[in-house]
């Protein structure tokens, strides 16, 4: 046994040793001629120029990132790679060293395996001092810095990419003794099999489903996956697939027997790699590198991805010249949504195009009309230009729209995206965008390919708002639930809410709640209910402000202080006060007979902030409120409190009763006084709910509930259930104009839409939605951004250092091994 193993290592170590003598005599060969050297100058010399110097690059894109350096080094190793490997058998048979070659004791393996694995090694000398530019982009970040996994990823992906040029560089040198004719022979090869099946994909005859597999066959779609930094079994599989396919190819070549039996050989070769691919797509692994996750989605939506039954065209409206922080959200959204095609096998197609190109004025006014209608609104950027250039403007849509079967679901990207605030960077708003494009695109695919649509209620009877200042409210029910005259709750006259109904939502009550009425909704949500309220426990108004110049706040009396406190929260009988608020136009005084109208911050309308962990409210822009209430939370057993919108840093709290009077406004707002912060306003309470009933019911009413009604009193809830409390019944109202109602959230005196909208839709989808796609909201990516100061100051020696310092190191490196090489050989 032991001189078998021996024996075994002996002839382990031979192969390994005549492959490394072949390695040797390529390195050799490639680092004498100064064709290698030159090559490997005009690579690194090209993306130094495309990458600092010329147009649209890192240093003008303002991105801490090297996703320029990563689209741009396939094509420019498309040429070096094929100058590289084109010399490798072709030198051999015009110098005739190739006889010589055969009648050593190698094997054909052993010759194509040394000459691969020294082409790859040279490729790989080749990306070195690339990693210049990874320092560069680090240095010149500015507080986040450059995402260091995501670029040893795409590094890994670069490395695969080369291997298998590599091999193909290889294998068109054994097939001729012309060294330019393999040359130009491997490059067209390398550009076929990297981009040509993607331009095959394109073809509308294959739009049904199979353009995703077409495109799965190119080298550009597993490439394009690693270089995001995700590690992936299948693109690793199909790449070591490939190289393994031309080695062999390359051997075949070199040998002179061409029996009919390894026809059948080939054609068994060609079935195994297939299998292995789709065996490696059956049981993969995937690590995503990113910092954040940001290409690891999460379990509801690729369990709403695997679902899908039909396939699903989504059309973007972004393309063209956009300014640097847009283009890169165009960029994720199709990494996004490639992932999507991924996980649904195919199933999704999207396209990415500019509707306005090519539109006389009143076809594009139509077309902005007819989105606007769908909420998609046209936005002008300033298009991206050089200092002390003319700058130009163009229209951007920043929209999509998702098709399935006969339906049509718009998607708004920046609509309740929380923008830039103050001392943050514009690129800020389009960062926060990328966080959301998850969460917008599953929660669209899950809308349209709902087949159970959940009925959600509007409890009426005391004294809620029926008028057209809840239309938006109305509307968004009827297009996204199932709401029609039954989803009506007179909580005043029936004798229990249907469990049918996966939420009621309750808006501005005026009227005292009784205790029947309250039973009522207790024992809803005892058996699984879900309510919003939307109340305002004082009564404060503004058209009779504006007519008296102040009012009195004061309670309305509406009973709840009791079965909120069973839930776990309080009310408070008071008003909130925010430096951060919304501005009304006030009546200054009068000139001759015309009003002097200001516009004033108004402290009483809070612009309040979302939840930093909750996906209810996280990354929303504010939500516009008037006259709101203040929170408090109490001890409830085993119920979940979060707070999902609260004040800024600079509030206050005025208790009731209250004097509000436009004289504080001529006083200005004094710091000093709001020294309160994060007063919360809107609560999520989560679990099983104890009722407040629970031994206060008679023994009448409960007979009645169980014989009659069918519906025997819970004292305990059999499910858990969810509540949402609104200390401002505004949050979730528009108001009225005399051409009509406005969309929620606008402040008409500033023609502004804040982000009410977007905040009502999450809270009523968290509740009635089992499929957990809100949860994506949760994301948050960091904004990596280079500092614009150091940009700007230290633009030429970075320019210098990324162009001039790879050269000088190759020259340098040439000159030593030259030295070396003299010295061993001389």
């Known amino acids: 046994m032991d001189l078998d193993r021996t024996a075994k290592g002996t002839i382990i170590r031979l192969i390994f040793a005549d492959m490394w003598a072949v390695y040797k005599k390529e390195i050799r060969q490639f680092f004498s001629n100064l064709t290698g050297y030159i090559a490997i100058l005009v690579f690194l010399l090209l993306n130094g120029l495309f990458l600092f110097v010329f147009s649209d690059n890192i240093l003008d894109f303002g991105y801490a990132t090297l996703d320029k350096f990563f689209e741009l080094a396939p094509w420019v190793l498309l040429l070096l790679v094929p100058a590289i490997t084109m010399r490798s058998f072709s030198e051999e048979f015009r110098s005739g060293t190739f006889e010589t070659l055969q009648t050593s004791p190698l094997t054909k393996w052993q010759i194509v395996s040394g000459k691969y694995f020294a082409g790859l090694t040279v490729a790989v000398i080749v990306l070195l001092p690339t990693i210049i530019y990874f320092f560069s982009v680090q240095n010149l970040a500015g507080q986040n810095g450059i995402d260091v ?58 739009a049904a489903g199979a353009d995703y597999y077409i495109e799965m066959l190119g080298i550009d779609f597993h490439y394009r996956s690693m270089s995001r930094g995700v590690i992936d079994s299948r693109d690793i599989i199909f790449f070591v697939a490939v190289v393994f396919f031309f080695l062999c190819l390359t051997k075949k070549n070199l040998e002179k027997q061409k029996r009919l039996s390894n026809r059948f050989g080939w054609l068994g070769l060609l079935i195994c790699l297939v299998a292995v691919n789709f065996l490696g797509s059956a049981f993969h692994y995937r690590l995503d590198l990113t910092e954040e996750k940001r290409y690891t989605l999460s379990e509801p939506t690729i369990r709403l991805l695997r679902k899908i039954d039909d396939p699903i065209s989504i059309d973007v409206f972004l393309k063209g010249d956009l300014k640097a922080g847009i283009k890169k959200l165009e960029k994720s959204t199709e990494e996004l949504l490639e992932e999507f095609n991924s996980y649904s096998g195919g199933k999704i197609s999207f396209q990415f195009y500019d509707p306005l190109q090519q539109l006389d004025d009143t076809a594009k006014a139509l077309l902005v009309d007819s989105l606007g209608r769908m909420d998609i609104h046209p936005m002008t950027l300033v298009a991206q230009s050089k200092k002390g250039e003319e700058q130009s403007q163009r229209t951007v849509i920043p929209g999509a729209i998702v098709k399935y079967k006969d339906r049509i679901y718009p998607v708004n990207l920046l609509n309740g995206v929380q923008g830039s605030r103050e001392g943050q960077a514009q690129e800020q708003l389009y960062a926060n965008a990328e966080t959301l494009l998850e969460f917008k695109f599953a929660s669209a695919i899950d809308k349209i390919t709902q087949k159970e649509i959940p009925a959600v209620g509007y409890a009426m009877g005391n004294g809620e708002v029926v008028d057209f200042s809840v239309y938006d409210l109305i509307e968004d029910l009827r297009k996204n639930y199932g709401f029609n005259r039954s989803s009506i709750v007179q909580l005043d006259s029936i004798p229990f809410i249907a469990p049918e109904l996966k939420a009621l939502i309750i808006v501005k009550p005026t009227i005292k709640f009784t205790d029947a009425e309250k039973l009522k909704l207790d024992q809803y949500l005892m058996r699984g209910g879900n309510i919003i309220w939307m109340v305002d426990f004082l009564h404060a108004d503004l058209d009779s402000l504006r007519m008296d110049k102040e009012t009195m706040a004061y309670d309305r009396g509406l009973n709840l202080e009791d079965i909120f406190f069973k839930y776990g929260i309080r009310v408070n009988p008071d008003l909130v006060e925010d430096m951060q608020c919304a501005s009304i136009n006030f009546v200054m005084g009068m000139q001759g007979d015309k009003p002097q109208i200001q516009l004033l911050s108004w402290p009483y309308f809070p612009l309040l902030d979302g939840s930093t962990t909750h996906p209810i409210s996280k990354n929303l822009d504010p939500v516009y409120a008037k006259f709101s209430n203040s929170i408090d939370t109490v001890t409830a057993k085993g119920i979940e409190k979060t707070v999902i919108l609260q004040t800024s840093a600079n509030s206050r709290i005025v208790s009731a009763p209250a004097i509000v009077s436009f004289e504080s406004l001529k006083k200005g707002l004094d710091p000093k006084q709001f020294n309160l912060s994060n007063i919360p ?61 406005v969309p929620m959230g606008m402040d008409k005196d500033i023609s502004f839409t804040f982000a009410n909208k977007d905040f009502v839709q999450n809270c009523i989808e968290y509740l009635v939605n089992p499929s957990g796609i809100i949860e994506t909201r949760s994301k948050e990516f960091s904004l990596r951004l280079l500092d614009p100061q150091k940009v700007e100051d230290e633009r030429s020696f970075w320019q210098f250092i990324n162009i001039l310092l790879p050269l000088i190191l190759v020259i340098l490196a040439g000159f030593i091994y030259q030295a070396i090489r003299k010295g061993k050989y001389s």
């Open 149 to 206: 996994g995501a670029a040893i990823g795409s590094y890994i992906g670069l490395f695969f990419l080369a291997s298998v040029f590599v091999a193909i560089g290889v294998c068109c040198s054994s097939f001729t003794g012309n060294p330019v004719i393999a040359f130009i022979f491997a490059a067209c090869i390398c550009l076929i099999l990297y981009s040509g099946f993607a331009a095959i994909s394109a073809v509308p005859l294959f």
């Open 681 to 741: 306003v809107a609560m999520l309470m989560e679990g099983k709910f104890s009722s407040l009933y629970a031994n206060r019911i008679s023994s009448s009413v409960a007979d009645t509930l169980a014989s009659i009604y069918k519906q025997p009193f819970l004292p305990m809830a059999e499910k858990e259930a969810k509540i949402i409390v609104c200390a401002d019944a505004e949050i979730a109202m528009n108001e009225v104009t005399p051409h009509g109602p």
